[in-house]
C-alpha cells in the first residue's frame, strides 16, 4: 500500500519557489511516498484564470536535487513494504475558501474549473459554510485550519453527514514540528475531530512550506497518537484513505457516470501510444496527469495531454532503465519491455479499437485495458517480484480494500496486457493472468455486464495478434471471453474455448506456466466472483501442498467429475478461510497474496455474487461448475514450475475421492480444503461443461460456509471419518 | 518472565533537507549531539515530568556519522512518546535535521540485524553520494561501526 501525501503546497510565485517544490517533492519520493498532490489554495470568487496550471514535475528536475535518488527510493520504499516499481504519482488538488454561503455554492460537480483539478478541497471559514460542506457540498476534502482558534463548532451530526457522504477531513501536520504555539492549537482543535469521527475519514498531510517539515509516513502516523488516533486508524489515514479518495476523485473525472471513460484522443497514431499515459487502465485509479516514477529508475514523466511525443520517449528510456535497474527481475523486464513498445501497443490498440468500435461502453473500456505499458510493466514487475521475493511484503500490508482497489484497475490491464502480443516471458504471462483474473473479479464486480460481455468481443479480436507463443495472451483471450459472457450461452462457449486452450497449453508447456494460463482463463470464465474467488482461493492453497504435482495433473487431465468442480464451489467458500490459514503456515507467499487479494475480492462481492450465482446457477448450471474447476486447474499449475505428468496421475486419484467427500463435507457444512482443492484442479481441469449438480447447493452453501469456518485440521479429520463411512 | 520491556529504533538522520546536494556535512552526528537534541524535544513537548518518566530507560545506543544511522533504546511505555519527540526534533547544532525511522524491535538482536542491514546499504548509498573521494579511512571507520553494532548489548 502506497503512502500519499495530499497536500504540498503549490503557489503561484515566480520560479524561486519552484525548487521548493521540486525539493520538498524529492524528499516525499526518498522518503518512500508514492504520489503527492499540489494544493493550490484560492480565495473568493473563482474565475477563469483559476483554471489547472500547475505543472508537473519531472524526474529531470528532481534528479537535479539529488542525483542519487534512486538508491535512497529503493532503500526507503524496501524498508516500508512498497514496491520499488510503483510509479510515483503526482496529482493537483484545489483548496476553496468559503465563507459566504454564495461562495459555497459554486463548488458543485458541474463547475468546469474545479474538473481541471484531481482533487478538490473545502475550507470553510464559518459554521454556515462548514454546515454547507458538511451536508450539500460535492467536494473530496474538508481542509480545516487547526492552528487558529476553530470559527465554528464541530458538531457530531454535521460530522457524521459527512462521513456518510464520504467526505474526508482533513488534517495537516506540518504545523506541529513547525512551530510550539502552533503545536498547542492544532493539538487541541485536530483532537476534537478525532473525537467525533472516531478516526475514520481522516486523512493527513504535510502542507509543509519547506522540505524541512516533511517526515515519513510511519513518523508521521505516530505523531498522529498525540491525538489519540490509534496506530492503525493513523496509518489507513495516511495510505488507505488517501488512495480511496484519489481513486474516487480520478473516477469521477475521467469517467462518465462511472462508467464510460472519455478520454481526448490527439490526433494522429501516436494518440494511441498516448493512451496508456492518459488511460492507466491497469491502474485507473491513482491516475496522474503526471505519471510517476517507473521502478527504481524513478523515472517522472510529466505527462500533459499534448506531449504525446514526450510520453512515448519517456517510455522508452524507463524501460531501458528498468532493464538496468533490475537485474533479478531483469529477464521479467526484458520481457515486457520487448513486449510493451510503444508500437507493440499500437496495434494492440487498433485492434481493441476495432473490435469495440460498435460499441460505445467497448470502446471505454478498452481504450482504458489497450494501453498504459507502464501499467503493465510495473504491475508484471510487481507481479514477478512477488513471486519471486517477498509477496507477504507487498501484500500483507494491503488491506481487503485495497486488494479490492487494486482489482478493479488491474482489470483493465489484464485486457491489455493480453492483447500484448509480446509476452515471451511465460512468468510475465502467469502474472498478467494472475492480474487479469483479478482486474476480471473486480471488473465483474464493478462493471456492468453489459460492458463484459462488450469486451469479450475485444479479447477475440486480440487473439490473432497472439501469437502461439505467447500462451498468456490465448489465455487472456478466453478469460475474458469466459468472464464476460454472462449468459449462459456465453460461458459454454468460454468453456469451450477454454477446454481446448487449456490441453492446448497442457500439451505445449508441461511447465506450471501452462497451468497458470489456464488458471487465468478459467478465473475468467466465471461469472460470478464468488465462483472464481473460490475457485482462485483453493487452487492457491492445494498449490502449497501439491505444487508440482496438482499443477500438472490438472492441466493434464481434463475430465473430472462435473460434480467435483460443484463441490469445490461450495467448499472453495468456505474452504478458503481454512485455506487462507494453511497457505499462511505453508508459508506459500503466492497463496497468501491471492488469497488476501480473492478475500477482499470476496468480501466485496460476496453479495453480488450471491445474487449472481442464484441467478446464474439457475440458468447455467454448467458454466459456474467449470468455471470454478478450470479456476483451481489455473491455480495449481502457477505454482508448479516444474511439474511432471507423472504424479498427476495420482492426484487425479485422490482428486476425485476427494470431491466425492467434499460433497459429503459440503452438506455436513464442513469442508475438507486440502482434499478438495486437489480434486478441485483435477475437475476444473476436465469438462467442466460434462455434469453440473447441484448448482443450487453452490450458490447458498458457501455463504453458510463462511458463517461457519472450520479450522483446517477439523474439517480433515471430517473428511477423513467421512471417508470412512 | 521478564517484566521490563524495551523497544530499539533504528533511525536514520537526513541532514539538511533543504539545501540542495550538501557536499559538505555541516554537522557532525555524535551521540551527545543527539542525545541532547532529544533531550530537549522530550522536554519542551512532554515537560519535566514526561522527561524524567521516559529518561530512565532512555539511551543512545550507536550512532554512525558516515550513514548517519542511529540506535535509540526507549521503554515499551513510553516509546511513542519518545518516538514523537524524536519526530518534532528540528535541529541539531543549528542544522536543520529529518528523523526518519527504519525499523523499530523489541530485543536488541533483531534490531543488531536491522540496523546491520540498513547500515550496509547506507553505505553503498554513501559511496555512491561521495564517488571518487571515498577514502579508506572512511572503510576502515565503517568497519569499525559494524562491528560495534555486532558487539551491542542491552
Not at chain 1, 463547475?111 to 484531481?118: M, V, W
Not at chain 1, 485422490?654 to 460433497?663: D, F, L, R, Y
Not at chain 2, 556535512?25 to 512532554?46: E, G, Q
Request: some cysteine; overall charge negative.
Amino acid at each position: 500500500m502506497g503512502f500519499f501525501d495530499l497536500s504540498v503546497p503549490y503557489t503561484d510565485l515566480p520560479p524561486p519557489d519552484r525548487s521548493t517544490r521540486a525539493k520538498l517533492v524529492t524528499k516525499a519520493l526518498q522518503l518512500g511516498y508514492s504520489g503527492v498532490a499540489y494544493n493550490r489554495t484560492i480565495k473568493g470568487v473563482m474565475s477563469d484564470r483559476d483554471r489547472c496550471s500547475i505543472p508537473l514535475l519531472t524526474l529531470p528536475s528532481l534528479l537535479k536535487h539529488s542525483p542519487h535518488l534512486t538508491s535512497s527510493v529503493g532503500f526507503h520504499r524496501d524498508l516500508l513494504g512498497v514496491p520499488r516499481s510503483t510509479p510515483f504519482r503526482q496529482y493537483t488538488r484545489l483548496t476553496v475558501c468559503a465563507e459566504t454561503p454564495a461562495q459555497a455554492q459554486t463548488l458543485n460537480s458541474g463547475n468546469p474549473i474545479l474538473k481541471t483539478y484531481d482533487l478538490v478541497a473545502v475550507k470553510p471559514m464559518n459554521q454556515s459554510a462548514f454546515d454547507q460542506a458538511c451536508e450539500k457540498l460535492e467536494v473530496d476534502i474538508i481542509a480545516i485550519d487547526f492552528s487558529e482558534k476553530l470559527p465554528f463548532r464541530l458538531k457530531q451530526p454535521l460530522v457524521k453527514a459527512a462521513i456518510e457522504r464520504k467526505v474526508y477531513f482533513e488534517i495537516t501536520y506540518a504545523g506541529l514540528i513547525a512551530d510550539v504555539q502552533t503545536r498547542r492549537q492544532i493539538i487541541t482543535n485536530a483532537k476534537l475531530l478525532v473525537d467525533w469521527t472516531r478516526g475514520r475519514n481522516i486523512i493527513i498531510s504535510s502542507a509543509a512550506p519547506t522540505a524541512n517539515e516533511f517526515r515519513g509516513p510511519y513518523d508521521v502516523a505516530n505523531l498522529m497518537s498525540l491525538l489519540d488516533l490509534s496506530m492503525e486508524r493513523a496509518k489507513a489515514a495516511i495510505s488507505r484513505n488517501c488512495r480511496t479518495l484519489i481513486s474516487n476523485a480520478v473516477r469521477k473525472k475521467h469517467y462518465y457516470k462511472e462508467a464510460i471513460r472519455v478520454e481526448v484522443l490527439p490526433s494522429g497514431q501516436e494518440s494511441d501510444g498516448n493512451k496508456p499515459s492518459s488511460s492507466d487502465s491497469f491502474n485507473w485509479d491513482p491516475i496522474s496527469s503526471g505519471e510517476g516514477d517507473l521502478l527504481l529508475d524513478d523515472l517522472a514523466k510529466a505527462f500533459s495531454n499534448s506531449s504525446t511525443k514526450a510520453t512515448k520517449t519517456v517510455k522508452a528510456i524507463d524501460f531501458a532503465s528498468v532493464i538496468d535497474s533490475m537485474p533479478s527481475l531483469g529477464f521479467q523486464v526484458n520481457d515486457l519491455i520487448s513486449g510493451t513498445n510503444v508500437v507493440v501497443s499500437q496495434p494492440l490498440a487498433t485492434q481493441k479499437n476495432i473490435v469495440s468500435a460498435p460499441q460505445l461502453n467497448v470502446q471505454s473500456v478498452a481504450t482504458d485495458g489497450v494501453q498504459e505499458q507502464s501499467v503493465l510493466c510495473d504491475t508484471m514487475l510487481e507481479w514477478q517480484r512477488f513471486r519471486s521475493k517477498n509477496p507477504q511484503k507487498l501484500y500483507s500490508s494491503s488491506d481487503t480494500t485495497k486488494a479490492v482497489n487494486n482489482v478493479i484497475p488491474i482489470e483493465d490491464p489484464l485486457i491489455t496486457t493480453r492483447a500484448e502480443p509480446n509476452s515471451p516471458d511465460e512468468t510475465d504471462g502467469i502474472a498478467t493472468d494472475i492480474h487479469d483474473v483479478q482486474s476480471q473479479k473486480s471488473a465483474i464486480a464493478n462493471a456492468v455486464n453489459d460492458v463484459m460481455e462488450i469486451e469479450v468481443p475485444t479479447t477475440t479480436g486480440a487473439e490473432p495478434m497472439n501469437s502461439a507463443e505467447s500462451m498468456g495472451i490465448t489465455k487472456e483471450i478466453h478469460d475474458v471471453q469466459s468472464l464476460k459472457s454472462v449468459t449462459a450461452k456465453t460461458f459454454k462457449d468460454a468453456m469451450e474455448i477454454e477446454a481446448p486452450t487449456t490441453t492446448g497449453a497442457e500439451t505445449k508447456n508441461p511447465d506450471g506456466i501452462d497451468g497458470v494460463t489456464t488458471e487465468i482463463l478459467n478465473v475468467r470464465s466465471q461469472k460470478s466472483m464468488t465462483n472464481c474467488k473460490l475457485n482462485v482461493v483453493p487452487s492457491q492453497v492445494n498449490l502449497t501442498y501439491h505444487a508440482l504435482d496438482i499443477g500438472l495433473s490438472v492441466a493434464c487431465n481434463p475430465e473430472s467429475g462435473v460434480q467435483v468442480p460443484t463441490n469445490y464451489q461450495d467448499s472453495d467458500i468456505p474452504g478458503r478461510h481454512n485455506e487462507e490459514a494453511d497457505s499462511i503456515k505453508n508459508n506459500d507467499i503466492q497463496s497468501d497474496l491471492v488469497d488476501e487479494v480473492l478475500t477482499g475480492k470476496e468480501k466485496n462481492f460476496l453479495p453480488l455474487d450471491s445474487a449472481l450465482d442464484k441467478s446464474i446457477s439457475e440458468v447455467d448450471e454448467l458454466t459456474e461448475p467449470g468455471d470454478d474447476v478450470v479456476v483451481l486447474a489455473n491455480q495449481v499449475p502457477v505454482l508448479d514450475s516444474s511439474d511432471e505428468m507423472t504424479a498427476t496421475d495420482d492426484y487425479s486419484v485422490a482428486n476425485h475421492e476427494t470431491a466425492e467427500v467434499i460433497m459429503d463435507e459440503q452438506e455436513h457444512g464442513k469442508a475438507d480444503i486440502e482434499l478438495s482443492y486437489p480434486a478441485l484442479v483435477q475437475s476444473e481441469s476436465g469438462k467442466s461443461k460434462a455434469k453440473r449438480k447441484k448448482p443450487h447447493q453452490v450458490t447458498f452453501l458457501p455463504l453458510k460456509r463462511l458463517l461457519h469456518a472450520t479450522p483446517f485440521k477439523k474439517a480433515r479429520k471430517s473428511k477423513r471419518r467421512h471417508k470412512m463411512a | 518472565m521478564v517484566g521490563f520491556k524495551n523497544r530499539y529504533m533504528t533511525l536514520e538522520v537526513i541532514l539538511d533537507p533543504n539545501k540542495e546536494l550538501a557536499k559538505k556535512d555541516p554537522v557532525i552526528i555524535t551521540t551527545y549531539n543527539v542525545t541532547k537534541a532529544i533531550k530537549d524535544s522530550i522536554l519542551v513537548n512532554f515537560g519535566e515530568c514526561g522527561l524524567a518518566s521516559s529518561l530512565g530507560s532512555f539511551q543512545v545506543k550507536y550512532v554512525n556519522e558516515i550513514t548517519r544511522l542511529c540506535i535509540i533504546r526507549a521503554s515499551r511505555e513510553d516509546h511513542q512518546k519518545v518516538w514523537s519527540a524524536i519526530t518534532m526534533v528540528r535541529s541539531i547544532a543549528d542544522c536543520p535535521v529529518i528523523f526518519n525511522l527504519l525499523d523499530l524491535s523489541g530485543s536488541i538482536r533483531a534490531c543488531k540485524t536491522a540496523a546491520l542491514k540498513c547500515d550496509e546499504l547506507k553505505f553503498e548509498q554513501h559511496k555512491l553520494v561521495v564517488g571518487s573521494i571515498l577514502s579508506a579511512q572512511d572503510t576502515q571507520k565503517m568497519q569499525f561501526y559494524l562491528d560495534k553494532i555486532k558487539g551491542l548489548e542491552h
